[in-house]
């Protein structure tokens, strides 16, 4: 069977992951311009960065993990990452059901504020979770700042605010996996060596 990318990640046990961080890079530069002001200017569109390692893998844990990673070609192709230990809202973590339903987005305002409906009237969102947004094979995913609504509908605030190709009505709003694309940071996959095991790092940046 070809392989498609973006391509997800090595299906491995979730305790040979022993380090997934994911985080935003937001370029904000400074400058004095006198008189004890500073301005602050954002360089660079902020984007989600993953720290990946692995516990020590055998040969045969190893082997197939090692080919995922030169499939990407040091990056040229793509990742759609989800994150391997946090899959679903922190109330939510037990008791999946009620966010496997996905919502709908019907507008946003603001550049980030989501209304969204169509979501499942038992779903529990708390500020610092992370939801995704999906459209047109586009793919987005923030962290909650704000959040309120009942019943089948939510207003959620959230950051970075998502670019325009998701930010429509009509858009899926995933509450459990969402997904992003990523790519392979050049140089940064290492896999040394100890006896028989072995452990794999890398770095991903998003990459739409």
């Given at each position: 069977m070809?392989?498609?990318?973006?391509?997800?990640?090595?299906?491995?046990?979730?305790?040979?992951?022993?380090?997934?961080?994911?985080?935003?890079?937001?370029?904000?530069?400074?400058?004095?311009?006198?008189?004890r002001l500073i301005n602050y200017t954002q360089t660079e569109d902020p984007v989600w960065v993953?720290?990946?390692?692995?516990?020590?893998?055998?040969?045969?844990?190893?082997?197939?993990?090692?080919?995922?990673?030169?499939?990407?070609r040091g990056g040229l192709r793509s990742v759609l990452?989800?994150?391997?230990?946090?899959?679903?809202?922190?109330?939510?973590?037990?008791?999946?059901?009620?966010?496997?339903?996905?919502?709908?987005?019907?507008?946003?305002?603001?550049?980030?504020?989501l209304s969204v409906n169509g979501v499942d009237s038992g779903l529990v969102l708390s500020v610092g979770?992370?939801?995704?947004?999906?459209?047109?094979?586009?793919?987005?995913?923030?962290?909650?700042?704000?959040?309120?609504?009942?019943?089948?509908?939510?207003s959620l605030t959230v950051e970075p605010p998502p670019f325009d190709t998701v930010a429509q009505a009509g858009a899926v709003v995933r509450f459990a996996n969402p997904a992003l694309v990523m790519r392979l940071v050049p140089g940064s996959y290492q896999a040394p060596g100890e006896g028989l095991f072995r452990t794999i790092s890398f770095q991903l940046r998003e990459s739409q």
């Open positions: 070809a392989i498609t990318f973006p391509r997800e990640l090595p299906a491995i046990p979730a305790e040979d992951w022993v380090k997934a961080d994911f985080y935003i890079d937001d370029p904000v530069k400074t400058s004095n311009s006198g008189a993953a720290d990946i390692e692995t516990k020590p893998l055998d040969d045969d844990e190893f082997a197939p993990f090692d080919a995922w990673a030169l499939s990407l990452f989800r994150h391997p230990a946090q899959a679903y809202p922190k109330a939510h973590r037990g008791n999946h059901a009620p966010a496997d339903d996905p919502g709908n987005l019907v507008s946003v305002t603001g550049g980030n504020v979770d992370r939801i995704g947004l999906e459209r047109s094979g586009r793919y987005y995913i923030g962290r909650i700042t704000e959040v309120s609504g009942s019943g089948t509908t939510r």
